[in-house]
Nanobody
């Protein structure tokens, strides 16, 4: 069974940067991967997606500030977040999808605060 483990969250000031990592138990080269986030009292939302075709999709609220990428083996997926805003505060989840299979990590907290 696929396991996903996120890391890299923490407390950062507005305008700062963080890089989240999602380590997978197997290569994700054949999987669509994505980062979602859920803020308190809000629904989980898609932040960024990287498809098996190499297409990257981003939520409008993060375009130009956040980049999704993977290492050469696609065993680690990254979310580089720059120019962080207060509204980026949320738990960030890694997701991998293959046809009707969906796997989630446990999440990592990102808090943007001065």
């Amino acid at each position: 069974q696929l396991q996903l483990v996120e890391s890299g969250g923490g407390l950062v000031q507005p305008g700062g940067s963080l890089r989240l990592s999602c380590s997978a138990s197997v290569s994700l080269v054949s999987w669509d991967v994505a980062w979602y986030r859920q803020a308190p009292g809000k629904q989980r939302e898609l932040v960024a997606q990287l498809t098996t075709a190499g297409t990257r999709n981003y939520a409008d609220s993060v375009k130009g500030r956040i980049t999704i990428s993977g290492d050469n083996n696609m065993k680690t997926v990254y979310l580089q977040m720059n120019s962080l805003k207060l509204e980026d505060t949320a738990v960030y989840y890694c997701n991998a999808g293959f046809y009707n299979l969906q796997y989630w990590g446990q999440g990592t907290q990102v808090t943007v605060s001065s």
